[in-house]
Nanobody, 124 residues
Framework: QVQLVESGGGLVQAGGSLRLSCATS????????MGWFRQAPGKEREFVAS????????AYANSVKGRFTISRDDAENTVYLQMNNLKAEDTAVYFC?????????????????WGQGTQVTVSF
């Protein structure tokens, strides 16, 4: 059973930066594609970014492209989300997830394992 624990969320002013981390355990990290999703109050969970095995490929939602960067450290079994130039609309609970699918996917249902989430709040 793969376990994921997010950290690094918090309160930041618009234009600021945060770096989220997701530590994994209980599985073979290098076998999984990893993703970040977010969910704002009253809204559905949405895709933010994903990264393939060994960081071979990445994908981003249009809303975060150019501002967010996903990366992974296979030696540390950790995936990161560097978030720069944050905007108020980035406020949400951010979740990391692991997928054993062959293709890099943006669909939440394709991810088998999820963390509990970390709150990111961006103030005006």
């Amino acid at each position: 059973q793969v376990q994921l624990v997010e950290s690094g969320g918090g309160l930041v002013q618009a234009g600021g930066s945060l770096r989220l981390s997701c530590a994994t355990s209980g599985g073979t990290f290098i076998r999984y594609k990893m993703g970040w999703f977010r969910q704002a109050p009253g809204k559905e969970r949405e895709f933010v970014a994903s990264i393939g095995r060994s960081g071979s490929s990445t994908a981003y939602a249009n809303s975060v492209k150019g501002r967010f960067t996903i990366s992974r450290d296979d030696a540390e079994n950790t995936v990161y989300l560097q978030m720069n130039n944050l905007k108020a609309e980035d406020t949400a609970v951010y979740f990391c997830a692991a997928s054993g699918k062959d293709l890099l996917t943006t669909t939440p249902s394709e991810y088998a394992y999820w963390g509990q989430g970390t709150q990111v709040t961006v103030s005006f």
